[in-house]
C-alpha cells in the first residue's frame, strides 16, 4: 500500500506570494494534520482535519489555511509568504482523529523555500 | 502551552553501546506519547504510549512511560550505525472539546559511530 504522498517536494517562491502544497493520506485514513518543521526543531501543528472538518488548529496566523477533500486528500494554502515560513511541511495522515489508538504516520514532506 | 523538552540534544556513541533519550512534558488533557525516528525526511513510528500501555518494546528499543513524573525514556540496546537519527517525542493533549494536537520536541540527535 501507498504511504502518505505530498506534493511537491521542493518549492521556491518570492516574498508575498502564495503557495498551495497537497497532500493524500494512506488508503482508508480519514484524518489529516499538518506540520511545520524548521531545521534542528521538531515539527510544529498547524491544523488537523478528520471527514473534512477542522479538529484542532496550531499558533499560526491566518496567513496559513487547510481543507480536506471528499476522498480525504489534503490541501494546505499559505498567503504573503515570508522568508520565516521557509521550511519542510509535513503531512501525516491517521485512521482516526489524533489521539486515538492509531499512530499518525508522515509523507516525506515538501521543502519550501522563500527568497 | 504545551510543553515537550528532550534530552540529551545530541548523542555520540559507538556501535554496541546502550543508550537513553530523555522525554518530559506539559501537557493539558495529556492523551498519549509518541516516538518517532526522523532520518532524512518522514518520521516514522516507533511508539505509542498511553495510560493504558505504559511499557513498549520492539527488538532492540523499548520505551516507559512515568505519568507520575510527566515523562518518558526510549532505550536502545546494542546500537548499530543504522540507528543514527533524530529521535523525536510528541505529546497528544486536548486543546478543547474534541479538538487535539500533536506537540513535538526538538529531538535528539542520535550518532551511532562504526
Known amino acids: 500500500d501507498a504511504g502518505v504522498t505530498q506534493s511537491p517536494t521542493h518549492l521556491i517562491k518570492t516574498r508575498g506570494q502564495q503557495v498551495t502544497l497537497r497532500c493524500s493520506p494512506i488508503?482508508?485514513?480519514?484524518?489529516v494534520s499538518w506540520y511545520q518543521q524548521v531545521l534542528g526543531q521538531g515539527p510544529q501543528f498547524i491544523f488537523q482535519y478528520y471527514e473534512k472538518e477542522e479538529r484542532g488548529r496550531g499558533n499560526f496566523p491566518d496567513r496559513f489555511s487547510a481543507r480536506q477533500f471528499p476522498n480525504y486528500s489534503s490541501e494546505l494554502n499559505v498567503n504573503a509568504l515570508l522568508l520565516g515560513d521557509s521550511a519542510l511541511y509535513l503531512c501525516a495522515s491517521s485512521i482516526g482523529v489524533i489521539g486515538s489508538n492509531q499512530p499518525q504516520h508522515f509523507g516525506d514532506g515538501t521543502r519550501l523555500s522563500i527568497l | 502551552e504545551d510543553k515537550v523538552v528532550q534530552s540529551p540534544l545530541s548523542l555520540v556513541v559507538h556501535e554496541g553501546d546502550t543508550v537513553t533519550l530523555n522525554c518530559s512534558y506539559e501537557v493539558t488533557n495529556f492523551r498519549s506519547l509518541l516516538w518517532y525516528k526522523q532520518e532524512k525526511k518522514a518520521p516514522t513510528f516507533l511508539f505509542m504510549l498511553?495510560?493504558?500501555?505504559i511499557e513498549k518494546k520492539s527488538g532492540r528499543l523499548s520505551s516507559i512511560l512515568d505519568k507520575k513524573e510527566l515523562s518518558s525514556i526510549l532505550n536502545i540496546t546494542a546500537t548499530q550505525t543504522g540507528d543514527s537519527a533524530i529521535y523525536l517525542c510528541a505529546v497528544v493533549g486536548i486543546i478543547s472539546g474534541s479538538a487535539r494536537q500533536l506537540t513535538f520536541g526538538s529531538g535528539t540527535q542520535l550518532t551511532v559511530l562504526p
Open positions: 498511553t495510560s493504558s500501555g
Open positions: 488508503s482508508g485514513h480519514k484524518s
